[in-house]
C-alpha cells in the first residue's frame, strides 16, 4: 500500500548515543515533516522540508538535525540522546506545503524511550 | 494563550450516542479547519476538512465551522465501538498544519 514508511518502530538508546530515525514516502510528496507526540503536549512539529533541498526549523528542533536525502527520504538524527527526547516521532509527507488543505499523511510512528 | 484548544478527555460514551467534539483557536488567520482520526499506536490519518463557517457531512461525521465565534465542531452519530480513537482538530495557516492536542473518545459497547 502507499503512504509513509518509517523505521524502526521501536528504540531504546542510552543517554548520549545517536540514532538516525528513517522515513520514506512513495506518493510523490514534495513536503515532508517530522513531528513528536508527548502526553498533554500533542503533535509539535520538529523539522520540516517545503521540497526536496530544503529544510526549516519548527516548534521543538533543539537537539535534532534532518537530511533530505530525496524526494522521497527525509531522516531525523538525535546526535546525543537525552532523556527529553524520549517521545513518539511520527514523520508525514503532503503533495506541498502551500496545498496543505489536503492534509498530511502519516506514518506509524517511532517509539523512542532514552534511558 | 494557545492558537488551538482542545479538551483532552477522556470522553466516555454509550453506544449509540451522538457524540460532540470541540476546538477553539484563536488566529484569525486560519483558513482551512480539519479533524484527524488517530487509533492506538498508530499515525493520525484525515477524517475531514472544510473551509468555510457552516456544515460538512460525511455519513455519520459531521464538521461544523463557526469562524465569528472562532470555535470547530465534530458530531459523531450512532457512535460505534470502532469509533474508539483520538480526535485531533487542526488547523492551516501559513502552509503550516497547526494541531490541538486531541480528545480521546471511548465508546462503552
Known amino acids: 500500500n502507499a503512504g509513509v514508511t518509517q523505521t524502526p518502530k521501536f528504540q531504546v538508546l542510552k543517554t548520549g548515543q545517536s540514532m538516525t530515525l528513517q522515513c520514506a514516502q512513495d506518493?510523490?510528496?514534495?513536503?515532508m515533516y517530522w513531528y513528536r507526540q508527548d502526553p498533554g503536549m500533542g503533535l509539535r512539529l520538529i523539522y520540516y522540508?517545503?521540497?526536496?533541498?530544503?529544510?526549516d526549523k519548527g516548534e521543538v528542533p533543539n537537539g535534532y538535525n534532518v537530511s533530505r536525502l530525496n524526494k522521497r527520504e527525509f531522516s531525523l538524527r538525535l546526535e546525543s540522546a537525552a532523556p527529553s527526547q524520549t517521545s513518539v516521532y511520527f514523520c508525514?509527507?503532503?503533495?506541498?506545503?502551500?496545498?496543505?488543505?489536503?492534509?498530511?499523511?502519516f506514518g506509524s510512528g517511532t517509539r523512542l524511550t532514552v534511558v | 494563550q494557545k492558537e488551538v484548544e482542545q479538551d483532552p478527555g477522556p470522553l466516555s460514551v454509550p453506544e449509540g450516542a451522538i457524540v460532540s467534539l470541540n476546538c477553539t483557536y484563536s488566529?484569525?488567520?486560519?483558513?482551512?479547519f480539519m479533524w484527524y482520526r488517530q487509533y492506538s499506536r498508530k499515525g493520525p490519518e484525515l477524517l475531514m476538512y472544510?473551509?468555510?463557517?457552516g456544515n460538512k457531512e460525511d455519513g455519520r461525521f459531521t464538521a461544523q465551522v463557526d469562524k465569528s465565534s472562532k470555535y470547530i465542531s465534530l458530531f459523531i452519530r450512532d457512535s460505534q465501538p470502532s469509533d474508539s480513537a483520538t480526535y485531533l482538530c487542526?488547523?492551516?495557516?501559513?502552509?503550516?498544519?497547526?494541531f490541538g492536542k486531541g480528545t480521546r473518545l471511548h465508546i462503552l459497547p
Open positions: 508525514a509527507s503532503s503533495e506541498r506545503a502551500g496545498q496543505a488543505l489536503w492534509g498530511y499523511t
Open positions: 522540508s517545503a521540497s526536496e533541498g530544503t529544510t
Open positions: 472544510t473551509y468555510s463557517s
Open positions: 488566529n484569525s488567520a486560519f483558513q482551512y
Open positions: 487542526a488547523m492551516w495557516r501559513d502552509d503550516k498544519i497547526i
Open positions: 506518493m510523490n510528496h514534495n513536503s
